[in-house]
């Protein structure tokens, strides 16, 4: 399982100049709505979205996402 790295994400946007959700819902072309929920952690970009961001700022999703633990992968205590 992945989840955004939303401070990467947000260095990454400020570096091409968007310190917004606006501003990276203009660029990206992602709703507005969306990326609010996105920056809180409300919510996970599907791949579209993901894809949208990682080449909307020059990067890979890769550097973008970052693997977490799947609570059902855990092995009981």
């Keep these: ?5 939303i401070q990467r994400l947000r260095e990454i946007a400020a ?15 992602i709703a ?3 990326v609010y929920r996105i920056l809180s952690g409300a ?19 890769e550097e973008l996402m970052e693997p977490v633990a799947d609570e059902a992968d855990k092995v009981p205590a």
């Design 15 to 29: 570096q091409h100049g968007d310190t917004s959700p606006a501003a990276i819902a203009r660029t990206t072309g």
């Design 1 to 5: 399982m992945y989840r955004l790295r």
């Design 32 to 34: 507005e709505s969306s």
């Design 43 to 61: 919510s996970q970009p599907d791949l579209i979205s993901a894809l949208r961001l990682a080449t909307a700022y020059d990067t890979t999703v």
